[in-house]
DNA sequence: ATTAATTTGTTGACGGCGGAAAATAATTGG
DNA sequence: CCAATTATTTTCCGCCGTCAACAAATTAAT
């Protein structure tokens, strides 16, 4: 019944995956490093590495680079590393008027990129658009279909993972759509979806600022204002599919009106579109873009106030999530912080004035992010679901 | 090296304690309910529950009460529940004027309560006044020592159940406190350490309304207003011991300044000082505590709008718990609730108009909670300690 | 050079534990 | 009393991880 060119999962059972993903996010490691790190004994890790290199997941690093600090006594460790072109995934990032596309490798790294806009929001023409995206992308190469571990797909809005539904998406106006069945038809392909948040979380989980923290969070600042959790060794999804909303916790009874009906919304803030409304309103510039108005603001105090309050407002919503659930460390990432010297000093100081306590010991990672890394995200998911296919 | 008098901890391994906190938690259950809610086989369970039983932990329900709508063809079932005489723990909550202590069964029912008030808040005489504390409470009856499974503790601030310190605890203003030791060397019982609310959220886990639930809030009110989380199967403690700390989210910068610096905190608003004080400040009454507030309040309009506005700030810190990670309930509780028909209205209505999306869905659940509650929650502790030692 | 010490990695025996299937038990409904 | 049905127990089997012994590869010392 499996598809001709889909690769097997390589992992049988749980310990196989502890000791893919340790040496996945880990960098190279030794056995004994792995051991260490996974708190099996040094036996276990060569029994579950056995399968894992024989099926080329795993290679053991050719040339042991043996200057690195080392020179201890006793036998030398010949770490392994995964051998990342075994196999290749897709992952698209749907919005309301575009879809974002990727391929990368089972480290992640984006092997090829493609967008294509959406002319209609409608179900099937999505589906469509979709799969006329990931056919190109694979069509870049050979290897792409010869050895493919699967598809992630990412939306924002309410969405089960668990069902593949989007239940509710309110950029695509979509409720209740069997997108996972759907894209699997048309593409063919194993597919896997998630939350657009949580699927850059996830991200960052593996393969970026989240490597090696019991917690972290993740927070983006861009049209909307989002964050994903990532507490007790798993990502928080929420009973009812939200979680992370801290867009439009209120920090200013007078402050500006919300989309959501509220006033002083951290999104009305701090959003993109707040954010250059309110430039254009106190400067009278015309500005059109988040780039403009970044430049304006290196010149006009006015507009530099603009982006202080905005830096206000996120230090703020950082603030309550580090009291909210003491992460290790939060990443905050977005297209605005291409100006990050224009927030920074005013993210800093806000935060540390409200964190609580020990809360703000937290470490604030930066993290610019292009559009790709959404898709990126979507990825990620399918490299996990490929890894781990037992964890939720 | 055992004292004598401390019973063994009953399981032996991870499904022991799996299987044996269903049964805690799910009343009394037939072995096939077990499997099916465990996802164990039958097989698995019998064998679980055997030594369990051969203990005296598990007992066989006498009365198959067999009324209860079954009358199904098949052998009937027997179910089984837990003895909950089978051993008794301590539990002791600290607060800075006061030691409050019990001692419970196994399904954390208290058996007996004493009070003792602080005179010195030196870390030695808190500890010779517990010590003494326990004693007089395991006094009360032969079994309690006979059969003694620990002594748990709770302190407000940042507390750390690993290493047994105090970190840091504003109310008793300590620092790195080896409380644990101190008090284990004092009583000669094992003990467990926690922070208060989550000692709290602890017993609603395994004993109150959190149980069944996959994620849950327990958000307390009164002289501070804190929150226990209970998300992917464990209880957040924040990586730097700080989490759940909703006192302090600012709602209103015009709003009363709060202790900790800040404007309009939810604390500043609606915490059991800033209640009265208002109240007294807008009626000119002269209300002692609580109580003769909410007497005053029933027949006042001012002293009733003060509640309402109190009411409003908690309604929008439960909505920034529901959005911010999506729980399948948040159990309320406080002291100030014995006047719920005051706030109730408020708190629903603003919850609602904040609460982002599906996460209105969220429960929302009130428990008055008396003092002794929290020391039951530090018996709760010990309890969750003794029957799954490996847990963190 | 030889040997000892040290650390890594492998192999095989052993045991714990959970599942599958068969056996046993206790009822209801003929 | 017999079938059907559901609960529980028993027996057997296989997976998987640890332990202990061993093989490998290197440094330090003699």
């Not at 924002?156 to 989007?166: A, C, F, K, L, T």
């Not at 009106?257 to 009278?284: F, K, Y």
């Not at 100081?349 to 409200?354: G, I, S, V």
Request: glycine share 12%; hydrophobic share 45%; proline share 5%.
């Amino acid at each position: 019944m499996r598809s001709p060119g889909h690769s097997r999962p390589p992992v049988a059972g749980a310990t196989g995956s502890l000791v893919f993903t340790t040496v996945l996010t880990g960098g190279p490691l030794s056995r004994a490093d792995v051991a260490v790190r996974t708190g099996l004994s040094a036996a276990a890790v060569t029994k579950a590495m056995k399968p894992l290199a024989d099926a080329g997941y795993l290679v053991e690093v050719e040339e042991p680079a043996a200057d690195l600090g080392s020179r201890r006594v006793g036998r030398p460790a010949t770490p392994v590393r995964v051998h990342a072109e075994r196999c290749y995934f897709a992952g698209v990032k749907v919005t309301g008027d575009e879809l974002i596309g990727v391929v990368t490798d089972l480290q992640a790294t984006v092997c090829a990129v493609r967008h294509r806009s959406l002319r209609s929001r409608a179900v099937e023409d999505v589906v469509t658009e979709l799969a006329a995206l990931v056919a190109d992308l694979l069509d870049e190469s050979d290897s792409y279909r010869a050895s493919f571990g699967g598809l992630g797909v990412s939306v924002g809005g309410d969405v089960d993972p668990e069902s593949g539904m989007v239940r509710y998406s309110p950029f695509l106006g979509w409720r209740q759509v069997p997108f996972v069945d759907l894209v699997a038809t048309a593409t063919g392909l194993p597919v896997r979806l998630e939350n657009d948040v949580r699927a850059l979380t996830v991200a960052e989980q593996w393969f970026g600022s989240g490597v090696g923290a019991g917690s972290f969070a993740v927070v983006t600042v861009g049209t909307g204002i989002g964050c994903g959790l990532f507490v007790n060794e798993r990502i928080v999804s929420g009973a009812h599919g939200v979680a992370g909303e801290i867009g439009h916790l209120p920090f200013d009874r007078d402050g500006p009106l919300c989309h959501c009906g509220n006033h002083g919304c951290v999104e009305a803030i701090a959003g993109n579109s707040a954010i250059l409304d309110r430039i254009r309103q106190t400067t009278g510039a015309e500005v059109a873009d988040l780039a403009s108005a970044i430049e304006l603001a290196r010149n006009d105090p006015a507009a530099r106030r603009v982006f202080a309050v905005a830096g206000h407002a996120i230090g703020m919503a950082l603030a309550a999530v580090a009291n909210f659930i003491g992460p290790e460390r939060i990443v905050i990432s977005g297209e605005g912080l291409a100006a990050y010297d224009l927030f920074s000093e005013q993210i800093r100081t806000t935060f540390a004035e409200h964190a609580f306590g020990a809360a703000g010991d937290c470490a604030l990672i930066i993290r610019p992010l292009s559009f790709d890394d959404w898709a990126r995200g979507a990825a990620a998911v399918a490299i996990q679901r490929f890894i781990a296919p037992h964890t939720s």
